[in-house]
């Protein structure tokens, strides 16, 4: 039996309620030999306090050494084993615009690149136009139309645009067109299977209208497709656990992620504060929420360690008021860590609280690397969060008897 | 490789020995916020002797957030996977009252109950019956042959009865003829493949010959049968580990549990004294012993904190007595946690010792949940502790060259 199916034979039907605020990129490393991490750095007296109260560790959102993207960081924190469902480059560039990709959908990431008079590729990134330009252009391919399926194009930035195919049968195992090289044509596409050579085969003939199309543009005067993805075939969180979920997240990319395993998405305004607000407002309609917090991730990226600490703070404190609502388990984790020393994404496990009325308490009163290490969830994979979650919010019978 | 292609693969002959004492639901909770567990309150010098000489760690049953039944629960402690080998009801039932399965058998749970003379049930549970007249309605189905399968009821308590069927080419895929519903008729045995339909067919036959025996009774005039299992296909503990093995259990479903992976069952008193003695008389005859104390479970089950206490202590005291014999390992663990706090079982990691000359030591010296969380073995999966038993026994080669 694999954990879905333990989870489906397990749940019973509550009214609790399970909040989880994922600060993106939590985890950190200290900058200098001996120093703190941007997390101990903070000062958090409301996730301190969640500490004392719950039970804390450290995650590991894949496997020890690997470093995840967003896609498998949340699938993983939603429950989903992040080896076994894939979400496509495709996909993902198209939920990073928001755009709603549905089942029949072949999603593809599109590069716009400059073809010289022989037809070889001089620049793979046509000159890295303006994501304006990038705009103007894609107005241009939105003419091109065929029979039977529905095509949409959108601008992303830059050189990027994402491709939609909308139709019935068609595949994703189709191979790139960008041959990653210059002086080199672009490559044919072929499809892997009967569905993917139909997609193949759309793919070709829309490269050849948009040649056409744009062959007097100075600079993007053609394109190359990557990463074509069907839409992953993925139990809803509603029929994985019996709950009726909502994401409050700000970037498109994590709307799309709780999209893709059926939650609905909750607007609001970009602070943190009028994400609670959201939360307050929806507090009777759902049974689980998702809050996500990206300057945690977005400041580490940009190596910027004071600001990360002071995002974190900011955090921090709208801890209070999510916790008014009293919900039944309260978590505060990560999708993966981002350390301002790296400029990345890291490997690191990500610092992880659980607040419930059922936890055995683990001594601890401060929300830090070090501290979660003594923890009483000790190292856990990702993965086996939510089975806490529902655990701990009285959602699961026994296994056996 | 799977774990037991493993075991078999690295095992060697030894003369070393184990000792496994499984205190039932041994790990808790406080009941009052920083409050102190029941194994962190009682006073158990004996155990703290161990963890002092030993590693400890905490054993996760089945997998984070998943509460185990006792069958799941033992299996995993005696290195079956509890998400791959699954006991049905049925045998548990069988097992619980100490009736010897085997493989060519069905085990049923069955339910007396009240029909009304429209042919639709009135009382799912005949009015609860008290268990001597169980007793005498079950003689009358014992009444109830018929050619080629061998039948056996037996009484459990109140309503419940356990109905086996013994032959060849018996199938366990077969419906609940319980409707769980009162204002409906039972329903009518189905098989999922050819041998189910087998027992469904003499199921439905039973019934039908069942409910003409009980027409008369003014209570117990029908029955539903419930978790059709048959005998599940289990490599026993001597063809895995190469160990004979011994089970001192005062409770028959524990007794059963052991028989089903092979163990012998030794007679003994009910006290943890009298359990010792049969030890010491058995303890040249056997390579692996598997002690169960009930009491710890029991006590959490009524939710009586200071009975669990004194229940811990009463186990403690056997201790020195039990390493007198020198087993080359001794470990003390718990099947799951039950915590008063909650009356019934748990999913919280439970506290473990194990005592052999081989330790790497932790520095601990008391036995307590957050005393665990220290310990050497860290958080460990319950199936992978027979590992560690017969690496400290000095019973397995090295993998690889």
């Known amino acids: 039996m694999n954990i879905h199916e333990l989870i489906h034979e397990l749940r019973v ?10 600060a993106d990129g939590l985890g950190g490393l200290p900058i200098v030999k001996g120093g703190l991490t941007e997390l101990e750095t903070a000062n958090t007296p409301n996730f301190d306090a969640c500490v004392a109260e719950g039970v804390s560790g450290l995650s590991t959102p894949v496997l020890p050494g690997i470093t995840p993207g967003s896609g498998p960081g949340h699938l993983a924190l939603f429950g989903y084993d992040p080896l076994q469902y894939r979400i496509g480059r495709g996909i993902l560039e198209a939920l990073g615009i928001n755009f709603a990709v549905g089942a029949k959908d072949v999603s593809i990431r599109g590069n716009f690149c400059t073809l010289g008079k022989d037809g070889t590729i001089v620049d793979r990134r046509a000159g890295r136009p303006t994501t304006n330009r990038c705009v103007e252009v894609v107005e241009k391919l939105k003419t091109i139309a065929f029979p039977g399926v529905e095509i949409f194009v959108e601008p992303v930035k830059e050189h990027r645009f994402v491709l939609v195919f909308r139709g019935d049968g068609l595949g994703g195992n189709v191979n790139d067109t960008d041959p990653q090289n210059i002086g080199v044509p672009p490559l044919v596409a072929h ?28 600079d993007c005067n053609a394109a190359t497709l990557r ?44 602070t943190p504060e009028s994400q609670v607000e959201r939360l307050q407002a929806a507090w009777n309609d759902y049974d689980f929420f998702f809050l996500h917090y990206k300057y945690t991730d977005s400041t580490g990226e940009d190596g910027n360690f004071p600001l990360k600490v002071q995002m974190i703070e900011s955090l921090d404190k709208i801890v209070p008021q999510i916790r008014e609502l009293k919900p039944d388990v309260f978590i505060v984790t990560g999708d993966h860590s981002t350390p301002s020393k790296f400029h990345t994404h890291s490997f690191h496990p990500v610092p992880t609280v659980i607040v419930a009325d059922t936890v055995r308490p683990d001594g601890l009163n401060k929300f830090g690397e070090r501290d979660c290490l003594k923890g009483g969830l000790g190292h856990f994979q990702a993965q086996h969060l939510m089975l806490l979650a529902m655990a701990h919010a009285g959602r699961f019978g026994k296994y056996g008897a």
Chains 1, 2 share one sequence.
Request: hydrophobic share 50%; charged share 20%.
């Open 13 to 22: 039907p509550s009214k609790t309620k399970i909040v989880l605020l994922v």
């Open 191 to 218: 499809g892997a299977d009967a569905p993917s050579q139909r997609t193949a085969a759309v793919a070709n003939e829309f490269l050849a209208k948009a040649f056409e199309v744009l062959k007097n543009e100075p």
């Open 227 to 270: 990463g074509f993805a069907t839409y992953p075939n993925i139990t809803t969180f509603r029929d994985l656990y019996g709950m009726k979920a909502a994401a409050i997240a700000v970037y498109p990319m994590y709307k799309g992620l709780a999209r893709l395993v059926g939650m609905d998405i909750l607007d609001a305004g970009v």
